[in-house]
C-alpha cells in the first residue's frame, strides 16, 4: 500500500467543513481590517529563503525541503509567507501602483522537515498577514489587533499576548555584542548546535529548543536592556496604542522569535487548551524593517503575522458545528417517478438549493433512511399516483407535517418552507414581528 508522506495528513469529508470555515472566518476579518488577499507559489528559489529567513536559523539549516529541479534549479517548498509575500511585492512593484501600507494577508500550506507531533506537520498550513510601508507603531498596535480579533471571532478563549521588542539595527548589534561577550566563557554548557553558532548568531541561542530549560539562557541579558532612545519610544507607543485598544498583553523580555528578519516588536499568541497543551504556540509575528531592502526592493519597514491553522484546528475542535445537511431528498417509488426525479433534483438545484436522491435502487425505507443520514430538512416523495396528479408530497421531517403540492408549485413552496424551516421561534423575536407562527 502507498502510504501518505509522513508529516501530512488527509483532510477528509466531514473535517474539511473545519476548515472551510477556518478559511472563511480568515477572509471575513481580515476584510474588516481591508487586508486584500494574495497568492504565492509554494515553492521559490531556494535563495529566497537564506537570505530571507536567515541561514543559520534552524528553519533554513534543518527544516527546509530544498531540491534542485529538472533544469538544475535550487528550488525550496516554502516554509513560511513572509519572504514570498516580500519578494511577490518587490518583483510586480505594487508599491508603485498601490496605495500604502499595502496589505495582504495569505492562507495555504507550508513545509517544514519537523518531527510531527500533534499540531506540528511536515506540511501545514498557515493564515497570514502583512503589512508594508509604514513605520507607524499603529501598524504594529493594527497588527496584533487584527490577530486577537481574528481568535475572538474564532471563539478561542485563554489566549495570551507576549510582546517583546529587539530593538533597531542599532540595538540589536549592542545586544549582539552583549549576548556574545555573555556566552563566550559558558559556551561548554550550550547544546552542540549553539557551541557553533553562537557567535555566527547569538539570537538563536536563546531560542534554543534542546536546550528550554538552561538556566545560562534564561539569565541571559535580554534585548529590551539595549534599546536605544528611537527603539524604546516605538516599544512605548506600540504598548501605548495596544492599551488603547483594550489589547491585553504581557511584555515577555525573553521572547526572541525564530526567524532573523525581525527588528523592533515581536510578538506571540499563546493558547491555554484541552485539545493543545497548556500554553501552545497558536501564532507569531513582528515587526521586520530590512527584509524588503535586503531582498532587492525599496526602504519599507514592514509588519506582519501568522497562524498555523492546525493548532486552530485543534483549539477549536470541541466547539459544535452544525453539519448543514441537505435541503431535500427526492424519494422515488416506481419507473415513472425514478425518471423524473433527477429532473426535479436539477430543477431544485439550479434554484440554489441542496439536494439528493438516490442512486442505489433502494426500496421505499432504505430511500427514507438514507435521507436522514444525509439530514435532509424535506422528503419530495413521489410514487405512480402522484405522477398521474401530476403532484408531490413535501414531508417536513423533522415534524412529520406532509402536504401535496404541485409540481409547478414546488420550487417557490419549498423555498417559504425551508425558509419558515430555518427561523423557528416562538413568534415573538424581532425579525418576525410575531407573525412567525
Ligand atoms: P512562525 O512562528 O515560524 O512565524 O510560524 C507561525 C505559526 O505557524 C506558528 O506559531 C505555528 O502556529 C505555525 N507553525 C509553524 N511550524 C509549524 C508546523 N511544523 N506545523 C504546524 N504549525 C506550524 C512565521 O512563519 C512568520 N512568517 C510569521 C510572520 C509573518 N512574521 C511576520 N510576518
Redesign the pocket.
Known amino acids: 500500500m502507498i502510504t501518505k508522506i509522513k508529516g501530512t495528513v488527509d483532510i477528509l469529508p466531514g473535517e474539511v467543513e473545519r476548515w472551510q470555515n477556518l478559511e472563511e472566518v480568515s477572509r471575513r476579518v481580515a476584510k474588516l481590517y481591508d487586508f486584500k488577499e494574495i497568492r504565492t507559489p509554494i515553492f521559490e528559489q531556494s535563495e529566497l529563503f537564506h537570505r530571507g529567513v536567515g541561514d543559520t536559523t534552524d ?1 533554513v539549516k534543518k527544516e527546509t525541503y530544498d531540491f534542485v529541479d529538472r533544469g538544475d534549479r535550487e528550488v525550496t517548498l516554502r ?4 519572504a514570498s509575500v516580500v519578494r511577490c511585492v518587490i518583483e510586480n512593484k505594487l508599491y508603485t501602483s498601490a496605495a500604502l501600507p499595502l496589505k495582504y494577508f495569505y492562507i495555504g500550506p ?1 513545509f ?1 522537515y ?1 518531527r510531527p507531533q500533534k ?4 506540511q ?1 498550513h ?1 493564515f ?3 503589512a508594508l510601508g509604514s513605520f507607524s507603531p499603529s501598524m504594529d498596535a493594527e497588527v496584533i489587533g487584527l490577530a486577537v480579533t481574528y481568535l475572538k471571532a474564532l471563539q478561542i478563549s485563554n489566549v495570551v499576548v507576549k510582546l517583546n521588542s529587539l530593538g533597531d539595527e542599532e540595538s540589536k548589534k549592542l545586544y549582539r555584542k552583549d549576548l556574545i561577550d555573555y556566552l563566550t566563557p559558558v559556551k561548554e554548557q550550550l547544546c552542540s548546535d549553539c557551541q557553533h553558532r553562537y557567535l555566527e548568531n547569538p539570537l538563536r541561542v536563546l531560542d534554543c529548543k534542546v536546550d528550554m530549560e538552561n538556566t545560562i539562557l534564561k539569565d541571559a541579558p535580554k534585548p529590551l536592556d539595549r534599546l536605544n532612545s528611537e527603539s524604546k519610544k516605538h516599544f512605548e507607543d506600540v504598548r501605548r496604542l495596544l492599551d488603547g485598544m483594550n489589547v491585553t498583553y504581557v511584555v515577555d523580555p525573553s521572547l526572541v ?3 532573523d ?2 527588528t523592533h516588536t515581536v510578538f ?2 499563546l493558547a491555554d487548551n484541552t485539545n493543545l497543551g497548556a500554553n501552545a ?6 515587526r ?1 524593517n530590512h527584509l524588503v531592502k535586503n531582498l532587492g526592493g525599496p526602504d519599507f519597514p514592514a ?6 491553522l ?2 486552530l484546528i485543534l483549539a477549536t475542535q470541541d466547539q459544535v458545528t452544525e453539519d448543514e445537511g441537505l435541503h431535500a431528498f427526492v424519494i422515488a417509488l416506481g419507473d415513472q417517478a425514478k425518471l423524473q426525479a433527477p429532473r426535479i433534483a436539477r430543477t431544485l438545484r439550479h434554484g440554489g438549493l441542496v439536494v439528493d436522491l438516490d442512486h442505489l435502487d433502494r426500496p421505499l425505507k432504505g430511500q427514507f433512511k438514507q435521507a436522514e443520514r444525509q439530514k435532509a430538512m424535506f422528503l419530495l416523495i413521489l410514487g405512480e399516483d402522484e405522477i398521474e396528479m401530476n403532484i408531490i408530497n413535501v414531508k417536513n421531517a423533522r415534524t412529520g407535517e406532509q402536504e401535496a403540492v404541485a409540481i409547478q408549485a414546488l420550487y417557490p413552496t419549498l423555498i417559504e418552507k425551508i425558509k419558515h424551516e430555518m427561523h423557528q421561534c416562538s413568534g415573538s423575536c424581532e425579525s418576525c414581528s410575531g407573525d412567525c407562527e
Open positions: 528553519i516554509p513560511e509567507g513572509t507550508m517544514r519537523e499540531g506540528r506537520q511536515r501545514f498557515q497570514g498577514a502583512e522569535r525564530g526567524l528578519y525581525y506571540e499568541l504556540t497558536i501564532g507569531g509575528g513582528g521586520y509588519v506582519g503575522f501568522a497562524f498555523g492546525e493548532r
